[in-house]
Protein backbone atom coordinates (compact mmCIF):
# COMPACT_ATOMS: atom_id res chain seq x y z
CA UNK A 1 0.00 0.00 0.00
CA UNK A 2 1.12 3.32 -0.54
CA UNK A 3 2.05 5.46 2.40
CA UNK A 4 1.13 8.77 2.89
CA UNK A 5 2.48 10.96 5.56
CA UNK A 6 1.67 14.96 6.55
CA UNK A 7 3.13 17.22 8.57
CA UNK A 8 2.39 18.73 10.86
CA UNK A 9 -0.47 17.20 12.84
CA UNK A 10 -1.31 19.83 14.79
CA UNK A 11 -2.07 23.76 13.07
CA UNK A 12 -2.23 26.83 15.08
CA UNK A 13 -3.04 29.78 13.25
CA UNK A 14 -3.66 33.31 13.38
CA UNK A 15 -6.62 34.16 11.15
CA UNK A 16 -5.36 36.33 8.36
CA UNK A 17 -1.95 34.65 8.47
CA UNK A 18 -1.12 32.06 5.91
CA UNK A 19 -0.97 28.47 6.25
CA UNK A 20 0.69 25.28 4.95
CA UNK A 21 0.30 21.75 5.17
CA UNK A 22 3.13 19.51 3.86
CA UNK A 23 2.03 15.67 1.88
CA UNK A 24 4.72 13.38 0.98
CA UNK A 25 3.84 9.69 -0.56
CA UNK A 26 5.69 6.53 -0.41
CA UNK A 27 6.06 6.56 -4.10
CA UNK A 28 5.15 8.75 -7.10
CA UNK A 29 1.41 9.31 -7.74
CA UNK A 30 2.36 10.20 -11.47
CA UNK A 31 0.19 8.02 -13.95
CA UNK A 32 1.41 7.66 -17.32
CA UNK A 33 -1.46 9.36 -18.35
CA UNK A 34 -0.34 12.55 -17.00
CA UNK A 35 -2.24 13.09 -13.93
CA UNK A 36 -0.97 13.23 -10.84
CA UNK A 37 -3.55 10.99 -7.98
CA UNK A 38 -3.25 13.31 -5.16
CA UNK A 39 -6.14 14.95 -3.67
CA UNK A 40 -6.83 16.92 -0.33
CA UNK A 41 -10.36 17.04 1.86
CA UNK A 42 -11.06 19.26 4.54
CA UNK A 43 -13.72 18.08 8.02
CA UNK A 44 -14.93 20.50 9.15
CA UNK A 45 -16.34 19.58 12.97
CA UNK A 46 -19.15 17.80 12.60
CA UNK A 47 -19.27 17.52 9.13
CA UNK A 48 -18.23 14.51 6.30
CA UNK A 49 -15.01 15.20 4.54
CA UNK A 50 -15.48 17.36 1.48
CA UNK A 51 -12.76 17.76 -1.73
CA UNK A 52 -10.92 20.77 -1.93
CA UNK A 53 -8.55 20.04 -4.40
CA UNK A 54 -8.01 17.03 -6.90
CA UNK A 55 -4.90 16.02 -9.30
CA UNK A 56 -2.68 18.28 -7.07
CA UNK A 57 -3.81 21.62 -7.94
CA UNK A 58 -7.08 21.64 -9.14
CA UNK A 59 -9.86 23.55 -6.70
CA UNK A 60 -12.93 21.64 -6.75
CA UNK A 61 -16.08 23.28 -7.05
CA UNK A 62 -16.96 25.87 -5.06
CA UNK A 63 -13.80 26.42 -2.78
CA UNK A 64 -12.49 29.35 -2.60
CA UNK A 65 -9.28 30.72 -4.13
CA UNK A 66 -7.32 31.19 -1.16
CA UNK A 67 -6.83 27.42 -1.03
CA UNK A 68 -4.10 26.21 -3.42
CA UNK A 69 -2.55 22.30 -3.92
CA UNK A 70 0.98 22.46 -5.46
CA UNK A 71 3.27 19.54 -6.07
CA UNK A 72 4.72 16.72 -7.85
CA UNK A 73 5.69 13.05 -7.54
CA UNK A 74 5.94 12.23 -3.75
CA UNK A 75 6.20 15.93 -2.28
CA UNK A 76 3.15 17.99 -2.06
CA UNK A 77 1.75 20.89 -0.21
CA UNK A 78 -1.82 22.74 0.70
CA UNK A 79 -1.88 26.56 1.17
CA UNK A 80 -4.19 28.80 2.52
CA UNK A 81 -3.57 32.32 1.50
CA UNK A 82 -5.30 34.09 4.60
CA UNK A 83 -6.90 31.65 7.51
CA UNK A 84 -10.86 32.72 7.85
CA UNK A 85 -12.47 30.94 11.02
CA UNK A 86 -14.35 28.56 8.57
CA UNK A 87 -11.14 27.52 7.60
CA UNK A 88 -10.93 25.30 11.03
CA UNK A 89 -11.27 21.60 10.72
CA UNK A 90 -8.61 18.27 9.67
CA UNK A 91 -6.70 18.65 6.35
CA UNK A 92 -6.14 15.57 4.85
CA UNK A 93 -4.48 14.04 1.35
CA UNK A 94 -5.38 11.17 -0.09
CA UNK A 95 -4.00 8.89 -3.02
CA UNK A 96 -5.86 7.49 -5.69
CA UNK A 97 -3.36 6.15 -8.09
CA UNK A 98 -3.93 2.62 -7.02
CA UNK A 99 -6.51 0.74 -4.63
CA UNK A 100 -6.59 1.09 -1.68
CA UNK A 101 -6.74 4.63 -1.73
CA UNK A 102 -4.83 5.88 1.32
CA UNK A 103 -5.06 8.90 3.53
CA UNK A 104 -2.79 10.46 5.14
CA UNK A 105 -3.29 10.95 8.88
CA UNK A 106 -4.56 14.60 9.26
CA UNK A 107 -3.44 18.03 10.34
CA UNK A 108 -5.87 19.85 12.64
CA UNK A 109 -6.19 23.45 12.06
CA UNK A 110 -7.20 25.02 14.57
CA UNK A 111 -7.66 29.16 15.42
CA UNK A 112 -5.49 31.03 18.01
CA UNK B 1 -26.65 17.56 -7.61
CA UNK B 2 -25.65 13.79 -6.22
CA UNK B 3 -26.89 13.12 -2.73
CA UNK B 4 -25.90 10.19 -0.63
CA UNK B 5 -28.11 9.11 2.13
CA UNK B 6 -27.11 6.71 4.66
CA UNK B 7 -29.20 3.92 6.74
CA UNK B 8 -28.23 1.05 8.94
CA UNK B 9 -27.91 0.31 12.64
CA UNK B 10 -26.07 2.27 14.98
CA UNK B 11 -24.94 -0.74 17.58
CA UNK B 12 -23.92 -3.77 16.37
CA UNK B 13 -22.69 -6.88 18.06
CA UNK B 14 -19.79 -8.69 18.51
CA UNK B 15 -18.98 -11.90 15.72
CA UNK B 16 -22.21 -10.65 14.00
CA UNK B 17 -22.84 -8.50 10.42
CA UNK B 18 -22.45 -4.93 10.46
CA UNK B 19 -25.08 -3.98 7.28
CA UNK B 20 -25.20 -0.51 5.69
CA UNK B 21 -26.77 0.90 2.85
CA UNK B 22 -26.12 4.10 0.95
CA UNK B 23 -29.05 5.71 -1.33
CA UNK B 24 -28.69 7.85 -4.41
CA UNK B 25 -30.16 10.72 -5.99
CA UNK B 26 -29.08 12.67 -8.59
CA UNK B 27 -27.19 9.98 -10.44
CA UNK B 28 -27.33 6.14 -11.53
CA UNK B 29 -25.62 2.99 -9.30
CA UNK B 30 -24.60 2.16 -12.95
CA UNK B 31 -23.17 4.98 -14.19
CA UNK B 32 -20.20 4.06 -16.50
CA UNK B 33 -18.51 7.66 -15.13
CA UNK B 34 -18.99 6.77 -11.36
CA UNK B 35 -17.46 4.70 -8.77
CA UNK B 36 -19.25 4.01 -5.31
CA UNK B 37 -16.86 3.44 -2.12
CA UNK B 38 -17.37 2.79 1.56
CA UNK B 39 -14.90 4.66 3.88
CA UNK B 40 -13.97 4.40 7.21
CA UNK B 41 -12.99 6.92 10.19
CA UNK B 42 -12.22 5.07 13.81
CA UNK B 43 -12.25 6.90 16.95
CA UNK B 44 -8.54 7.71 16.76
CA UNK B 45 -9.57 9.98 13.95
CA UNK B 46 -7.98 8.31 10.62
CA UNK B 47 -9.70 7.41 7.32
CA UNK B 48 -9.57 4.16 5.96
CA UNK B 49 -10.58 3.34 2.36
CA UNK B 50 -12.83 -0.12 2.66
CA UNK B 51 -13.74 -0.69 -0.99
CA UNK B 52 -16.08 0.09 -3.95
CA UNK B 53 -18.29 -0.92 -6.61
CA UNK B 54 -18.87 0.49 -9.96
CA UNK B 55 -19.85 -0.41 -13.30
CA UNK B 56 -18.01 -0.65 -16.66
CA UNK B 57 -19.85 -3.10 -18.67
CA UNK B 58 -20.04 -5.16 -15.43
CA UNK B 59 -20.15 -4.83 -12.15
CA UNK B 60 -16.79 -4.42 -10.29
CA UNK B 61 -15.59 -4.59 -6.98
CA UNK B 62 -12.53 -3.56 -5.30
CA UNK B 63 -11.96 -4.50 -1.23
CA UNK B 64 -8.94 -3.24 1.09
CA UNK B 65 -6.96 -6.57 2.02
CA UNK B 66 -7.24 -5.63 5.76
CA UNK B 67 -11.41 -6.09 4.95
CA UNK B 68 -11.52 -8.43 1.81
CA UNK B 69 -12.07 -11.85 4.14
CA UNK B 70 -15.06 -10.48 5.46
CA UNK B 71 -16.94 -7.53 3.18
CA UNK B 72 -19.05 -7.18 0.10
CA UNK B 73 -20.43 -4.05 -1.34
CA UNK B 74 -23.55 -4.94 -3.27
CA UNK B 75 -25.14 -2.79 -5.79
CA UNK B 76 -28.96 -2.95 -6.27
CA UNK B 77 -30.16 -1.29 -9.27
CA UNK B 78 -33.60 -1.53 -9.21
CA UNK B 79 -33.57 1.15 -5.39
CA UNK B 80 -30.61 3.02 -7.12
CA UNK B 81 -28.69 2.24 -4.07
CA UNK B 82 -25.31 0.06 -2.94
CA UNK B 83 -24.93 -1.74 0.66
CA UNK B 84 -21.80 -2.62 2.65
CA UNK B 85 -21.87 -5.92 4.91
CA UNK B 86 -19.05 -7.09 7.03
CA UNK B 87 -19.17 -9.93 8.88
CA UNK B 88 -17.75 -11.27 11.81
CA UNK B 89 -17.29 -7.75 13.43
CA UNK B 90 -15.67 -6.88 16.16
CA UNK B 91 -14.87 -3.73 18.98
CA UNK B 92 -12.12 -2.87 15.75
CA UNK B 93 -14.89 -2.33 13.73
CA UNK B 94 -16.04 1.00 15.72
CA UNK B 95 -16.02 3.60 13.33
CA UNK B 96 -18.07 6.40 11.54
CA UNK B 97 -18.70 5.00 8.30
CA UNK B 98 -19.04 6.88 5.06
CA UNK B 99 -20.19 6.16 1.64
CA UNK B 100 -18.91 8.47 -0.97
CA UNK B 101 -18.72 9.02 -4.67
CA UNK B 102 -16.11 9.29 -6.70
CA UNK B 103 -13.24 8.76 -9.63
CA UNK B 104 -9.32 8.35 -9.39
CA UNK B 105 -9.40 11.71 -11.34
CA UNK B 106 -12.02 13.63 -9.59
CA UNK B 107 -11.23 12.51 -5.88
CA UNK B 108 -14.27 11.76 -3.54
CA UNK B 109 -16.64 14.76 -4.62
CA UNK B 110 -20.18 13.71 -2.95
CA UNK B 111 -19.88 12.08 0.61
CA UNK B 112 -22.76 10.35 2.96
CA UNK B 113 -23.56 12.00 5.98
CA UNK B 114 -21.71 9.54 7.81
CA UNK B 115 -23.25 6.62 10.96
CA UNK B 116 -21.40 5.57 13.24
CA UNK B 117 -21.39 2.13 14.56
CA UNK B 118 -20.27 0.54 17.45
CA UNK B 119 -19.80 -2.91 18.33
CA UNK B 120 -20.50 -3.58 21.57
CA UNK B 121 -22.70 -6.87 23.68
Known amino acids: DIVMTQSPLSLPVTPGEPASISCRSS???????????LHWYLQKPGQSPQLLIY???NRASGVPDRFSGSGSGTDFTLKINKVEAEDVGVYSC?????????FGQGTKLEIK | QVQLQQSGPGLVKPSQTLSLTCAIS??????????WSWIRQSPSGGLEWLGR?????????DYAVSVKSRMTINADTSKNQFSLQLNSVTPEDTAVYYC???????????WGQGTLVTVSS
Open chain 1, 55 to 57: LAS
Open chain 1, 27 to 37: QSLLHSNGNTY
Open chain 2, 100 to 110: AEGVAARGYDH
Open chain 2, 26 to 35: GDSVSSNNAA
Open chain 2, 53 to 61: TYYRSKWNN
Open chain 1, 94 to 102: MQALQTPHT
